[in-house]
């Protein structure tokens, strides 16, 4: 199979003139250049080029190469612009698309000029879309672990309970786990793991908890609590408009430290350098 290193020496040389005028141009030296011309003949069985009078010429043969290699290296460049510097695909569960995402999202646009075609949606979505091969790199609040993604932190966002500033605990500094036990506890998404963190941080007394699901998503739980209907657990980054407007109110819980850990997922063979990977530089330097 053609070399498409040697087909890009092969160019050089012949645009340049000669063969040392194409290792400065393409900085290798001068015997890499002579090897890869001399191994770019061995493949196709023929001479290429020959000097004259202190030049370069294409020999019959090499003429007749010459469109052919054009060809290769601008066909390889376009399919590395429709592949490799393609928009980068970025899936993310709805909270963190919503609530963290967007800020590091449109800086490294700015810093990179790079287009990204965001799909946000429900946490075993997203995965799948990335299982899938449908999303470059994925984001999520919880996982279970596979052998053919890697995981990376990223932030660690505070779960606060939210009131109505018309709820009795409004004007509290903070509530305990036990006060939580008679109230109605709104739900919103599934699949997005507080329900775990809080059995492992409120053991059995989760049982003892009145919670309403069927909200769907983050909004409507928080137009619920606006509207008298129950109180909830949220991401802090998910209500901080609505705390400085004073149309909710947010508070800590004094015995349990309720902090959600949000992580990037790609495939384990996702190249260096690619897109992906740069995101998560970027992502991860802003945090």
Known sequence: MLNLLHARTFLAVIDAGGFRAASRIVGIAPSTILDHVGQLEAELGAALIVRRRGSVQPTPEGAAFLPLAKALVSTAERAYAVVAGGPLRLAASSNIGTYLLQAPLSRFRSREGA???LWIGDNP?????LRQGAADLALVECWQPSPDFEAHDWVHERLVLIVAPSHPWASRESVSACELVGERMLGGERGTGTGTLLRR?????VSQLTTIDGFGN????????RAGLGISLVMAASVTDEVAAGTLVA????DAELVKET??????DMPEGSAARRFLAHACADA
């Open 251 to 254: 508070l800590p819980l004094e």
């Open 115 to 117: 287009e990204v075609d």
């Open 125 to 129: 979505s997203v995965f799948e879309r």
């Open 263 to 268: 992580k990037f997922l790609f495939r384990r």
């Open 201 to 205: 941080q409120l053991g059995g007394l």
């Open 218 to 225: 983050t909004e409507a739980v928080k137009r619920a609590v």
